[in-house]
Structure formats: C-alpha cells, structure tokens
C-alpha cells in the first residue's frame, strides 16, 4: 500500500490534468461498440446521435460513474458539482471524439498492437505518463526497479485499486498512440511549395507607402437607401451559414421569496432573550454554545478588531469574564456574545517543523516513536534543516529546511496553532493532527497581546413552515390566475411586480439570483413560446434555492440557421451598408474621371488625405483606417503613383495613391520559410482534421433530456 500511495499521490495529477483537456492532449477512451445495437425504438434514451449513431444515456452514465471512480481513487474525494460537471463534460467529449475517430481508425486499419503497448510501458523509452510517475522526484531519473516492482505486486492488492489504476492509465496510452498516428498519417501528407514558401515571403516582406482618402459608409443617410425583401432574401441565402444559432431559450419570470415573517422574527427574539439567563449561568460556555448555538462555538483567540460588530469588540476587550452581551441582531440571527476568558498571547508565530505523516502500513505508536528520536537528535544538537529536508512529509516546507514562516492564530490546525501560540520561544515539541505528527521549533513570537474567548449563541431567523406554505400558497393562486401569458403581464403591471428576464441555452446550469436553476431552465425547454413553464410533475411553481417561481417562454431559439425573421435586421443593416458602398463607389468613379491626382481628388470631394507606410500584406491595421485587409491588398498588388479603383472596404470607400514599393530581398533558398509554413500547417493538423469531421458528423446534443 505505500507503493500506491506514492503512485497516488503522482498520479493523481494526472488523473485531475486529464479533466476537461481537449483533442490535443488525445485523451479518448475506447470504443466498445455497444452503441451499434441501440434501437431507434429507444430513442428517448438517445442522449446523442453522431453520424446517425446513437449514444445511449445508460452508457454515458455508465462512463462518468467509471471516471468519477478513477478520480476519487487518485486522492480526489471531494466531488463538488464543479468537478462533477468536469467529469461529465470530459466524458461527453470523449464519447463524440470516440464515435468519430473509430470509424476513421477503422478504414486506415489503425491500431496499437499488444506488443506496441508493451514497449510504450515497459520499453527503452516508456511514454510519459508512465516516467511521470516512476522517476524519482529527487535525481530526476527514471526508476525502472519501481515501475516493475509496482506491476508484479499489482495482483496482491486486495482493494483492486492498483489494477484500476493500471488499466485506466493503459487506455489513456493506448488513446494517445492511436490519435498520434492517425495525426501522423494526416502530416506526411503535408508540404510546403517553392511558389508558396515565395509568395509568402513576399506578403511578410513586400512593404508598400501610400496616401489614401475615404468616405464612410455613415456620409449616406440610411434612408437614402432603399431595401427591399428581395435584397434580404438574396443577401439571406448566399450568407446563410453565418448565421447558424445555438437553442435558446427567453424566460420571463416572477419570484416569490421565502422571507421570514413578523412572527417568525419575534419567534426567534423570544427564543433568544429567553435563553439569555441561562447562558449567563452557564460555566462550561463552549459545551452551551455547542448544544443550544445554530453556529458550533468558535475555539479561538480573538486579537483586538478581529470581532464583530465593532461594539461588541469594544465591549469584549472592556469588560470581565462571564459577561454577556445581547441580544443583538446580526446577518439574519439573533446573538448572545459571553466572554469566557482572557489570555495574553503572541500575535503572531514564527516556526518550523517536520511532519512524519500517518501511514497505513505503521502503527500510530511508531510513528510518534519516531518523531520522539527527532526530538532527542534536535536536542543533542543534530541541524534541524537537514532532518527536515531528508526526513519531512511536508515536502513544501522540507525544502526550507522546514521554515513555515510567520503566521497568525487559525491559519494552522488548532494542536498545531495551539502548541505554538502557548507554548514558549525556542520550545521544541511533539503534536499530533490530522495530518500525522509534527516536530515543532518555535523559532520566534511576536510580542504578547491581549486576546479573548468568546462564545457566540446564533439563533437564525428563519421562515416557519407557516410562513412557507403563506408564501407558496400566494406563488400557486399567482399560477393559477394567471394562465396565459397576457394575464401573467397584466398581473404584474396591477400589482407592480418585478418581472426577470433571461437567456439561457439548453444545457445551462444557473441563471443569475437563482439557486439551482437546472430543473427550471430544463422545463424551459420543452416549453413551446408564450406557454407557462410546467415541471415533470405539471406544476408551474417552482422551488429554487429560498424563491418560488413562476415563468412564460417569450422566445424560441431552435438548433441550425436562423428564421430570416429573427435576423432580419442584421441582415438589413448588411444590405444597407453594401448598397452604401456601391452608390460611394459610383460616386467616386464620377469625380475621378477629370482628376489627375490624389490632392485634386480630395479637394474635389473635400475630405482630408491620411498616410501609410510601411505596410505588408499581412500589417494588421492601416494607420487612421483600423482593420481594412482591402487596403492590404490593394497596396500589395497595385502599381505606384497611380491612382487605384475604389476599393470598398468594412467602414467605407478608399482611393490610393502608392507612393513607394520596397521589394524584399532576392532568395534562393526558401528552406526556412518552408520549414516554417509546414510546422504550421501541422500545428493546424491537430484540430483542424478533428473539426472537420466533427463538423460533418451532424451531432445532436439531447443531453438536456435527462440533465
């Protein structure tokens, strides 16, 4: 077992690395192929469909309890809802990446061979998941020894977690080879050309000057253009595939908070003032706080200032132990403050230690027997930072010679805190934590300060059931009246409620001052416009987090190309400028016809004449233009002192004169260029082959059914 828990500790950061890393860490699990045998008469269990193969929810279930297994393995036990969604969404990306990869696997013949995967783990050169974990953290070198001690003593593990451990860093090996391949493959089939290599050694090296003048689109009215729905419809078609569009969702809701009442209020006060003698006679004051208090008692130290509000730090550092303040009313409770004792103790702490952490393979008694010797070396005169660098668990601190600095009460363990603050400079001690045992020096204090014990009774104000069923009973006759969406906005117009809206997509989890709005933003969805949103169970209340609600779908965005209605008015506004632009150009075809150069021009249309210089094929801005790659181009192609067409850029009309060309040096040997246009081009390969299958594979997210 300490074998795998020094694997453990490596190969957990693995295992939290491989969470949510894209195609380029080539991290993808392997197909079964189960998901051929799904049934289209199954299809409510469809949770996707790629390439017109179906994913079914009980196997990517059945994936993330499998990963979540791996993740709690390596150490990671706290599987908060972020990390849990961590897990998920790795899993469904593996599971598309995997039904689009296969097949193309399949085609080439593609695959790692058993003996390939031998040599990967076991090999002059094993891959570096597997050097990661196996090369000593203090030379650096790979230990073979411990690689192949590891696998023969696998089978002896009677939890299996070895064996899972294995066999899932296996599969992430096995992944990676098969994607590097397939990859491979793509590259060799990459190369650069001499034109190609020229050309764009020409466009990084070229530079063109040039004054130019220009009309913005802005200098025509909009309604001196005229847009008619031919043009949108025209303008719709050839530009359709920029206006593809997510599902969303336009909720409009009201929410009924569960507040405390009145009653709840002085309920709570009473309860408060009538506890208050007994706390005054009470003399053990953290075991009262803990059985009466909404907050466990808080075994600290409080310094000056660091009580709350400031009249009851005042009044604690100004008064004899046993006194009781209150009640008071504070971040939704009422409180009783009881100052049970007075110390004078050092603000601060400097100190250092050396943990000897526990160990499932010794008993507690051994290790505490061992740091007991520590001790005795330490005082016999042995250099603290060399058994702390060679002998301490904490590696963090061993490499300070175990030097944690100076810090404050509360920012160690309470032993740990405690040994320090009460015990004397230059002490050397033995404690025990969580953490296992802790030879402790104390190095320095800063000087001794009064400090208190207090214990804090909280009694929450909280709403009573009553008050609850008033509130929810209010939020469900709102509901019931108001069962169309024009009486929902009348009622709130009448009784001057505030309506909320928001935008959300389908597998969105929270909409902002909401608490857990999944269940709500799942039911949006399956909701048609101007319809009430109705739960599983048909109810139009809602519970989330301490709000009760109720909302109408007011919009509905569906997967694909927007309706041209919906975006009619970009649309517009995109006719409307190229119209602009053409009466600009026409314009500026006119006046050019009798104009010898670029100043009579500019007279003639009075604007001002702006300058250039320098710029390349790829400079990203023009100076007084912004982004304009039209300039870009017609100054990379146009010839000097000659006045070009109208060039019709993004905000306007442009007219240049080149003024000067600098050609770039001649080269015979475009080898660098080449080198550096094919590392490009195989950059790209990484994401670019996977995009484009995943483009065509027609994916169809349904996770929202069920999540």
Known sequence: MATLQKIRDRFGIIVAAL?????????????????????????????????????????????????????????????????????????????????????????????????????????????????????????????????????????????????????????QIYNERRITKYLDLIKQGLFATDFEAGETYREDNKKASFRYVSQLFDVIPDTAVTVGMNDLKAYYKKHKKNYKQTAERKIEYVTFDVVPSPKDIKLAEDWINKIKPEFEAAENVAEFVSLNSDVPYQDRHYAYGELTPDTLNDIMFHTKPGFVYGPYKEEGAFKLAKLAAIDYLPDSVHARHILLAFDPNKTKEAIKQKADSIKNLLEKGTDFGLLARTLSDDKGSAQLGGDLGWFKEGMMVKPFSDACFFGKKHDLLVVETRFGYHVIEILDQSKKVKKVEVGIIVRSIEPSSDTYNQIYSQASRFAGINNTYEKFIEDIKKNNLEKHVAVVGKNDENIPGLESARPFIRAAFKTDKDKIILSTNNQAVFELGDKFVIGYVTHVKKEGIAPLKDVEEDIRLQVTKEKKGDALVAAFNEKMKDVENLDDLASKISVRIREASDITFNSFTIPGAGIEPALNAAAYVWPPNRLTNPVKGLNGVYVLDITSVSEPDSVSDYSQVKARLLATFQTRTNYEAYNALKEHADIKDERSKFF
């Open 19 to 171: 969470i949510g890393l894209s195609l380029l860490s080539f991290i993808i699990f392997t197909g079964t192929g189960s998901n051929s045998i799904f049934s289209n008469k199954n299809k409510q269990f469809e949770v996707a469909r790629v390439a017109g193969k179906s994913i079914s929810i009980m196997d990517y279930n059945s994936r993330v309890s499998s990963l979540t297994e791996i993740y709690k393995i390596s150490g990671n036990n706290n599987m908060d809802e972020a990390t849990s969604k961590k897990v998920r969404e790795q899993v469904w990306e593996d599971m598309i990446r995997e039904n689009i990869l296969t097949p193309e696997y399949k085609k080439l013949g593609l695959d790692v061979s058993p003996d390939e995967l031998f040599d990967l783990v076991q090999g002059d050169n094993p891959h570096p998941f597997v050097r990661q974990i196996f090369t000593d953290q203090t030379t650096g070198v790979f230990n073979r020894s411990a690689l192949i001690r590891f696998l023969k003593n696998m089978e002896n593990d009677e939890t299996g977690q070895q064996k899972k451990y294995w066999l899932f860093l296996e599969k």
